[in-house]
């Protein structure tokens, strides 16, 4: 089963999974989680830029990368590392709830705070990298919540 999980999240992170093992051990959250965001926001693609300006592995936008996470998004490492902690951030903020803090990474955590309705592609994106993650943990007793957060 070990070697299932291994694989699984090996295909997730593909190249990157150097930098998602050091971002989790910095943030304490899962390399399968990491893994998944990467996967779903960039396809593994390390300058993938998108229509709205957010750029990377991550899928930073570069005001938040430079002004609020300290990171410089064009850097792979930085790059995920500033999108690990930003995820950490949010599931404080959201005490835990990962389709929230999820919701909060792709639409905005002021968004999801005011309980305003979502946009049907952050609800989506959200149950995509919970699907994602659901997989790499495929054979483990335990539900993906407790996998998510190694220390809070």
Do not use: C, D
């Not at 803090?101 to 792709?106: I, M, T």
């Not at 943990?137 to 919540?145: F, K, L, N």
């Amino acid at each position: 089963m070990v070697s299932e999980q291994n694989q699984a999240w090996h295909r997730l992170a593909g190249s990157f999974a150097r930098p998602i093992r050091l971002a989790s051990q910095k943030t304490g959250l899962s390399p399968m989680l990491l893994a998944a965001v990467v996967y779903v926001e960039s396809r593994g693609q390390a300058g993938a830029v998108k229509f709205a300006g957010a750029i990377g592995p991550m899928q930073l936008m570069p005001a938040t990368a430079w002004k609020v996470l300290h990171v410089n998004p064009w850097q792979t490492q930085q790059n995920i590392l500033g999108g690990a902690q930003f995820l950490q951030s949010l599931l404080k903020l959201f005490h835990g709830n990962l389709t929230m803090a999820l919701e909060a990474y792709n639409a905005g955590p002021t968004r999801v705070a005011s309980g305003e309705p979502l946009p049907p592609s952050a609800v989506t994106y959200a149950k995509t990298v919970e699907a994602f993650l659901r997989r790499a943990e495929v054979g483990t007793a335990a539900s993906p919540q407790k996998h998510i957060l190694h220390q809070l």
